[in-house]
């Protein structure tokens, strides 16, 4: 059975061999089909897979901001934060309180700047040094141009109050442990934890702040309610999830959800236009390559009969047809993918520089490529089965009158 299997296989590519004319068309007719096929899907890949990279790695598309003013306390912050979903959540303290004055020796103004509550595993600051006590911060970029200060120095901040009829004012020494990039936060700002956000309103309130010696009413810390919070999710896929949710309990949030699902529609959309134009180029493919096949047959009825005579079976007789579909898929889909290598190569630079490093225009993984071969064999065999069909109908008769 082996043995004759290898002749069979070995018959099939004598006779492509010799008609090479024609299957010489029938590759270049394959290519010409799965050719604009992969480059269209590589558009379709690199362009909204870019677009969905940008969505994913910026973490600005995965924040979740309540609107208005609520009444959150740690108890509540903390339940939330155990949802899977939840990547990283700080409570917020009144806006108007969390501003302080900065000044450095390398540079003669003061500017005041917006504190940001921070903590371990803040998305605005991946591959930053997360401030570790109340006297360090995280400087905007904006900010620490002005200042004209490095990660590491040192700088002053100050804050002002009115209490009990009388102006005061506090100062403190801070420390700058990283910059944060222009892309997560474009104006004059400090990322801090949240005991120095939280000092900053006791002593504006007029409340005692202990670890900084600053005098005020004394009040129990454990009474504490925040105003807002900052919320990230661990996907842009969960944002409507936790919008969701919020949103049933009465907690009315604003969200970038609208430009997310937008490119997720594009993506569905251009996906069915692929699938479409694919299934309609592969099933027309599979009918002409199927009608030659089988014309291939019945032009080589007699060949194929007198193998039936000389001991060949109609299953390794069916092997004929299969195996020659079979090289043109294989040999087809190796000229598509010259095809889509070489006008990817060609697009790609053109759009080169309007695109970051990493991107790409026209792209596919080697697995795009490895599932295209399968379903153009697959498309191919099915194809041959037609003239297989046929074939097995042969009758070893017929091959009488060719001895």
């Known amino acids: 059975m082996r043995h004759r299997l290898k002749d069979i296989?070995?018959?099939?590519?004598?006779?492509?061999?010799?008609?090479?004319?024609?299957?010489?068309?029938?590759?270049?007719?394959?290519?010409?089909?799965?050719?604009?096929?992969?480059?269209?899907?590589?558009?379709?890949?690199?362009?909204?897979?870019s677009m969905l990279n940008n969505l994913i790695e910026d973490p600005r598309n995965r924040e979740i901001r309540p609107i208005g003013s609520g009444r959150y306390d740690q108890a509540w912050i903390e339940q939330l934060n155990e949802r899977p979903e939840v990547l990283f959540i700080v409570p917020r303290t009144r806006a108007i309180a969390a501003t302080i004055d900065l000044k450095s020796e390398t540079a003669k103004r003061i500017i005041s700047v917006e504190m940001i509550p921070t903590g371990s595993g803040d998305p605005l600051l991946k591959n930053k040094q997360i401030p570790a006590s109340a006297t360090e911060l995280v400087l905007s970029s904006n900010a620490a141009k002005k200042l004209n200060v490095n990660v590491g120095d040192e700088i002053t901040g100050s804050l002002a109050r009115r209490f009990k009829g009388r102006s005061e004012r506090v100062h403190l020494k801070l420390k700058v442990v990283d910059i944060?990039?222009?892309?997560?936060?474009?104006?004059?700002?400090?990322?801090?934890?949240?005991?120095?956000?939280?000092?900053?309103?006791?002593f504006r309130d007029g409340r005692a702040v202990a670890e900084f010696g600053w005098q005020g009413n004394q009040v129990d810390p454990g009474n504490r309610n925040y105003p807002s919070f900052r919320l990230y999710t661990d996907s842009i896929y969960n944002v409507g999830r936790i919008s969701d949710a919020?949103?049933?309990?009465?907690?009315?949030?604003?969200?970038?959800?609208?430009?997310?699902?937008?490119?997720?529609?594009?993506?569905?959309?251009?996906?069915?236009?692929?699938?479409?134009?694919?299934?309609?180029?592969?099933?027309?493919?599979?009918?002409?390559?199927?009608?030659?096949?089988?014309?291939?047959?019945?032009?080589?009825?007699?060949?194929?009969?007198?193998l039936r005579l000389v001991g060949f079976r109609t299953a390794e007789i069916v092997w004929f047809p299969v195996l020659q579909s079979s090289f043109t898929a294989i040999l087809g889909w190796l000229c598509a993918s010259l095809i889509y290598f070489g006008v990817s190569i060609t697009i790609n630079q053109m759009f080169a520089s309007q695109l970051n490093n990493s991107e790409k225009v026209c792209h596919l993984l080697p697995e795009h490529l490895a599932i295209a071969l399968l379903l153009t064999l697959g498309s191919s065999i099915f194809a041959a089965s037609l003239a297989g069909y046929k074939a097995a109908h042969i009758e070893p008769s017929e091959g009488l009158r060719e001895i």
């Open 9 to 49: 296989i070995w018959l099939a590519g004598k006779d492509y061999r010799n008609e090479w004319q024609m299957s010489g068309f029938f590759i270049l007719s394959l290519a010409a089909v799965l050719g604009p096929m992969l480059i269209l899907f590589a558009l379709k890949f690199g362009i909204v897979g």
């Open 180 to 202: 944060a990039s222009t892309a997560s936060f474009a104006r004059d700002g400090a990322f801090a934890p949240i005991g120095l956000v939280e000092s900053a309103e006791d």
């Open 246 to 306: 919020l949103d049933k309990i009465g907690i009315e949030v604003r969200t970038r959800s609208a430009d997310i699902e937008i490119v997720r529609n594009m993506d569905r959309n251009l996906s069915l236009v692929f699938w479409l134009i694919a299934i309609i180029g592969l099933v027309g493919f599979s009918l002409s390559l199927g009608a030659s096949l089988w014309a291939n047959v019945d032009r080589k009825r007699k060949e194929l009969s007198v």
